[in-house]
């Protein structure tokens, strides 16, 4: 294990996409010299597994997904991976608030998920997210919230697991189209993205998603009916947002992503009616896009972020920072296992050669003793073999005394860890001055009742002879930080 990685594991994740039929990856890796390198490839689905979104057969999923990525060693290098969500049940706003700090912006992202001013379903029915977008004042902020339903996620979720992935992230598939384009950089434009199942409008300005809105296919019978279709649709996102956003100018530019053979008649038709031009993707660093894993590679992108330095949108259980935090603990049990484990066979082969040592000395003094007796200098050669003798138990001696001083940190931990967890608390830090001392805990608690309740479990968990925590004060009710002091009883 590579200690210098410890609290900075470096791990390569692979960016997936389920949509028109296909799994679709994408990883990205660069060499030492910074050269970029992307491998991609897709694999079918059995017809029905998934329709607009929704997983109709799990276990062909899981099936097609593991063997994906057992085949394909080079593409899934780990079991991580950032899944683009299909836009048949992911929705992304903006929503303008005032200048606040972190903490009170996730409240005010909380009371509009609650209040039902983004979504007509409540924040029990969802799960959300949120980063920070560019703002147009100096008095306001914007944030990006994205949002999905808890049943499709809690779908995905089960099927990554089944095929032995492990999701990272969960993000809207026109976040992770977005990441790859470079058509925006200084103005405002519109990604159209057709699909068997319907059409994605993603509003982008200065490069970052605005909104997102994904609708479902019409019963067309004609390429002129959907051509129709799709340009009605299309001024409506372009009004929506001059309404929204009366300062900022209209969308300048068209990105059209489709499979369908009719893409540069399509294009044509939304040139002349919606009056905007369509232009060709260009790729954010100079790599060729190609429709059908665009999503796919953004994805990828962001699975070539540091971990610690994800804050994006993940809509799932759990947050892309918190999956990271847990990691880095587990490595940290993990490095002392390892570290103990070595130390155990380190002795072992220390043990094994002294004993190679006590039977070639056993020999030695056998045949120095015989040949001293009949030899002249019969007293030296003894005092000799005695001074050997007494090195060789000084040398066992401080091997023994050593192997006393072990302290079995693996099974401290595996004591320690358990009584840890606890729902509301975040363990911050950790410090052990010594096996046998006092151990500091640092926590965030999301409530003060949390962190009572928390030094309580501690106290009759029966491990600790003492739970020392500061008393709180009154106007402590939330983000509780405070370092609880135990000591671990003594066993047997």
């Known amino acids: 294990m590579d200690i210098t990685q410890l609290f900075n594991p470096v791990e390569e994740v692979t960016g997936v996409e389920i949509a028109q039929g296909f799994v679709r990856a994408a990883i990205v890796r660069r060499d030492k010299k910074g050269a970029l390198s992307v491998i991609k490839k897709s694999a079918a689905l059995p017809r029905g597994v998934v329709h607009n979104g929704k997983i109709m057969d799990a276990a062909a999923l899981a099936a097609v997904l593991k063997e994906f990525r057992t085949g394909n060693k080079d593409l899934f290098p780990s079991k991580y991976i950032i899944l683009a969500l299909p836009p048949a049940f992911t929705f992304a706003d903006t929503m303008q608030a005032p200048q606040l700090s972190p903490e009170q912006t996730e409240e005010t992202v909380r009371?509009?998920?609650?209040?039902k001013n983004l979504f007509p379903r409540s924040s029990d029915d969802v799960y959300y997210d949120w980063q920070p977008a560019r703002s147009h004042d100096a008095y306001h902020q914007e944030v990006l919230v994205s949002f999905a339903l808890r049943e499709r996620i809690a779908e995905y979720l089960a099927v990554c697991e089944a095929a032995g992935l492990e999701p990272l992230a969960f993000e809207p598939a026109a976040l992770a189209t977005t990441r790859t384009l470079h058509n925006f950089k200084d103005t405002n434009g519109i990604i159209v993205n057709i699909k068997d199942e319907g059409v994605e409008f993603a509003l982008v300005s200065h490069d970052e998603l605005r909104f997102s809105r994904f609708i479902a296919m019409p019963p067309v019978?004609?390429?002129?009916?959907?051509?129709?279709?799709?340009?009605?649709?299309?001024?409506?996102?372009?009004?929506?947002?001059?309404?929204?956003n009366p300062h900022d100018p209209e969308p300048r530019s068209i990105v059209l992503f489709s499979l369908f053979q009719q893409k540069k008649e399509i294009a044509d038709v939304l040139s002349k009616n919606v009056g905007v031009s369509v232009e060709n993707a260009r790729s954010a660093l100079d790599v060729p896009l190609e429709d059908a894993s665009v999503a796919a590679y953004g994805a990828a992108l962001r699975g070539a972020v540091r971990r610690e330095d994800d804050t994006m949108i993940s809509i799932m259980p759990v947050g892309t920072e918190e999956v990271y935090r847990v990691r880095r603990f587990?490595?940290?049990?993990?490095?002392?296992?390892?570290?103990?484990?070595?130390?155990?066979?380190?002795?072992?082969?220390?043990?094994?050669?002294?004993?190679?040592?006590?039977?070639?000395?056993?020999?030695?003094?056998?045949?120095?003793?015989?040949?001293?007796?009949?030899?002249?200098?019969?007293?030296?050669?003894?005092?000799?073999?005695?001074?050997?003798?007494?090195?060789?138990?000084?040398?066992?001696?401080?091997?023994?005394?050593?192997?006393?001083?072990?302290?079995?940190?693996?099974?401290?931990?595996?004591?320690?860890?358990?009584?840890?967890?606890?729902?509301?608390?975040?363990?911050?830090?950790?410090?052990?001055?010594?096996?046998?001392?006092?151990?500091?805990v640092g926590i965030v608690a999301a409530t003060r009742d949390g962190a009572i309740a928390f030094r309580k479990e501690l106290e009759n968990s029966g491990r600790y002879e003492s739970v020392r925590m500061p008393s709180l004060g009154i106007m402590q009710k939330e983000n509780i930080v405070v370092h609880i002091v135990l000591k671990m009883k003594q066993q047997p």
Not at 363 to 390: K, P, V
């Open 330 to 440: 587990g490595a940290y049990v993990s490095l002392w296992s390892d570290i103990t484990g070595a130390t155990a066979m380190l002795f072992a082969a220390l043990f094994g050669g002294m004993w190679l040592i006590v039977t070639n000395a056993h020999t030695n003094m056998g045949t120095r003793i015989a040949q001293s007796q009949s030899a002249s200098a019969t007293a030296l050669r003894i005092t000799e073999l005695e001074s050997a003798a007494q090195t060789f138990n000084t040398v066992v001696a401080d091997i023994a005394a050593a192997e006393n001083m072990m302290y079995p940190w693996s099974e401290f931990i595996r004591a320690l860890t358990p009584t840890l967890e606890y729902n509301g608390v975040t363990i911050k830090n950790i410090t052990m001055p010594a096996p046998n001392g006092e151990l500091t």
């Open 221 to 244: 019978a004609t390429l002129a009916e959907f051509e129709s279709f799709i340009s009605t649709e299309l001024s409506r996102v372009i009004n929506f947002y001059s309404v929204e």
């Open 111 to 115: 009371l509009a998920m609650n209040t």
